[in-house]
């Protein structure tokens, strides 16, 4: 019965190939995540979608583009994989979007590596 | 500029004894900070929020400080034990953002038996 669950756990891949990475909660949450966190260990977020509904969408390459099929599910898809894609991607859910209310619960990260 | 500090070094830190770690932070106006632990290979977990209008809270062997004075929250564990071991990540609510967590890059914490 894990909170947030994030498929691959690891993804290794050449430059230019498109790949995807799923993500799934199964908290009732109404926000949903994305964040990069780089070789520095910084956390960066990409997008949230609160409902199904983007809400931020940081700057981030228009290769990156996320899909809410539902308010539970926050898929993130990647085209064209660059060298720089390389990093730990997390989604992360929370209940009432960002507030003092609603801490993040993350999944346990999917290692992108590009090639 | 606008940045959030941690410890970029290691803290190793003896069993028993009290760990402190620090969070500071320039140009940001939080309406609260969290803290989380993070273990290899393993996102996240939330373990302690302080308000800006707070200057303390404690969650059993656990405690936040926040002075907005000085731009800083301290993190403390008490009676640190080697499962203490992980990185401690402190994320500010940025009032002028909406909210918006801004993260600091962690602290590795090492607790020596």
């Known amino acids: 019965d894990t909170a947030v669950s994030q498929t691959p756990k690891y993804l290794v891949t050449q430059m230019g190939n498109d790949k995807s990475i799923k993500c799934e909660q199964n908290?009732?949450?109404?926000?949903m995540y994305w964040y990069k966190q780089d070789s520095k260990k910084f956390l960066k977020i990409m997008f949230s979608?609160?409902?199904?509904?983007?809400?931020i969408n940081e700057t981030v390459p228009n290769r990156f583009s996320p899909k809410s099929p539902d308010k539970a599910h926050l898929n993130l898809h990647i085209n064209s994989l660059e060298l720089g894609d390389s990093a730990v991607y997390f989604c992360?859910?929370?209940?009432?979007?960002?507030?003092?209310?609603?801490?993040?619960?993350f999944g346990n990260g999917t290692r992108l590596t590009v090639t | 500029s606008q940045k959030i500090e941690q410890n970029s070094e290691a803290l190793n830190i003896q069993e028993g004894k009290t760990a402190t770690l620090t969070c500071n932070y320039t140009?940001?106006?939080?309406?609260?900070l969290q803290w989380y632990r993070q273990d290899p290979g393993r996102g996240p977990v939330f373990l302690l929020l302080?308000?800006?209008n707070e200057k303390e809270k404690r969650k059993e062997r656990l405690k936040v400080t926040f002075d907005t004075t000085l731009k800083q929250s301290l993190f403390h564990i008490t009676a640190s034990q080697p499962a203490d071991s992980a990185t401690y990540l402190c994320?500010?609510?940025?009032?002028?953002?909406?909210?918006?967590?801004?993260w600091g890059a962690g602290t590795k914490l090492i607790i020596k038996p």
């Open positions: 908290l009732g949450h109404d926000t």
């Open positions: 302080i308000r800006e």
């Open positions: 992360a859910s929370s209940q009432e979007g960002s507030g003092p209310n609603s801490p993040l619960h």
């Open positions: 140009n940001y106006s939080p309406a609260y």
């Open positions: 979608y609160n409902n199904k509904e983007l809400i």
């Open positions: 994320a500010l609510g940025d009032l002028d953002s909406n909210y918006q967590l801004i």
